[in-house]
């Protein structure tokens, strides 16, 4: 063989190189780019849902500021687990997001082994809103005040019947919780899923629960449920007559489904400043807040660095209320 023809590979292979080169965006010519085609927001619930009513008014919003469309998709299945892996294992490029809630926290407290590592899979862009928890009765529970129930359940130990929307989830949490401080306590129905076990309750098959505002506020204005108090640090808009848990006597009880977007680790951080800017201008939109107030939900606004305290102080939360209550995932 020639030395024209031993040298001809390395020529080609630098050729490709070239090419291969020539194709790869610098992370900061990328994010100066971006965005260049649509992104998708995952949603880890099925449609319907607090998730999904959230989710798809910022994605509305996100699509408009970026100029591309921003595509819903809803992968629900093993509480939110699912989706969230789904997201974890996509490409850094700040065209996949995550719409998640406090059940990501209470999956990592809950939950012995993941496929995923909550406190590195992941990036914080940004945190959305709160909606405080809220206990509500049968209407016919004789229970007219927050006061009134704890009495009324600290004279039957173990035979109100409380509903939840299975072991680990946001109502069994909250519900321990909510025992555990005012010193009561409840036969937990378990079901699959908060639709079922609302159901039930609007059909006096239990007698309470504590769970989000949005899915009990049509049945709480139609006089189907008793709304007792409010789990959170002021009284809602959508509910002015109804008291906090502190004005009822419960004074350290807090629990309250929130919500934020997250994207894989190793985003590019112009990127997430960018998602980071554009969702604080449309939480700060009157329309967003009516919509989030029609809810009974409030705009909380929190950067990338704050979120991820936040989420680190919840998981530390939720992960006593796991061990105290001994629940173990099913």
Known sequence: MSTRNRQAPNAMIAALAVAILAHVVPPSAAAE????????MVIPFPAGGSNDIVGRAIAQGLGQRLGKSVVVDNKPGAGGIIGT???????PD???IL????TFTMNAAVQKQLPYDPATAFIPITMLGRAPSIVTTTAKLPAATLADLIALAKSKPGQLRLSSGGVGSY???????FSKQSGTEFLIVQYKGGAPALNDLVAGHVDVSIGTIIQTLPFIREGQLKALAVAGPKRLAALPDVPTTAEAGLA???????????APSGTPAA????LHTETTAILDSA????????????VVRMGPAAFAGYIQAETAKWTKVVKDANITAE
């Open 33 to 40: 780019s971006y965005p260049d085609h649509p992104l998708r």
């Open 85 to 91: 892996e789904t997201v974890a294992k996509a490409a």
């Open 94 to 96: 700040g065209y996949t």
């Open 99 to 102: 719409l998640i809630s406090s």
């Open 171 to 177: 109502q069994h949490l909250v519900s321990e919780l």
């Open 252 to 262: 350290d009880y807090d629990a309250a489904n929130w919500w934020g977007l997250l």
């Open 271 to 274: 990127i997430i400043e960018r």
């Open 287 to 298: 329309e967003l807040q009516r919509r989030f107030d029609a809810e009974g939900a409030a």
